[in-house]
């Protein structure tokens, strides 16, 4: 079982910056692919980014590309997401999600992810 605690969301003006965090409790954190998440209002989730369990391998979506940066610190078993040039089509709940997968690959489907958090809310102001 993996615990994950998302935190750092809040309100911010377009243009403006955030970083999310994701602490994870629970099994090895290091034997886990993690991922990000969004679903904005009345929507599906969709995937944002991901990295590999040694922060090697990382893959995002198009619309944040460029913008949005993954990392991950295993030693303070916590992911994070950094998040530039926000953008008011940005605004979602956004969770953290890992994956089993004790290989430098990441994968993008929602199916693949074991464990979620609870989710923080983001929302960019125009």
């Known amino acids: 079982q993996v615990q994950l605690v998302e935190s750092g969301g809040g309100l911010v003006q377009a243009g403006g910056s955030l970083r999310l965090s994701c602490a994870a409790s629970g099994r090895t954190f290091n034997n886990y692919a993690m991922g990000w998440f969004r679903q904005p209002p009345g929507k599906e989730r969709e995937f944002v980014a991901a990295i590999s369990w040694s922060g090697g391998t990382t893959a995002y979506a198009d619309s944040v590309k460029g913008r949005f940066i993954i990392s991950r610190d295993n030693a303070k078993n916590t992911v994070y997401l950094q998040m530039h040039s926000l953008k008011p089509e940005d605004t979602a709940v956004y969770y953290c999600?890992?994956?089993?997968?004790?290989?430098?690959?990441?994968?993008?489907?929602?199916?693949?992810?074991?464990?979620w958090g609870q989710g923080t809310q983001v929302t960019v102001s125009s």
């Open positions: 999600a890992a994956d089993w997968l004790k290989a430098d690959v990441v994968r993008r489907g929602r199916s693949s992810y074991e464990y």
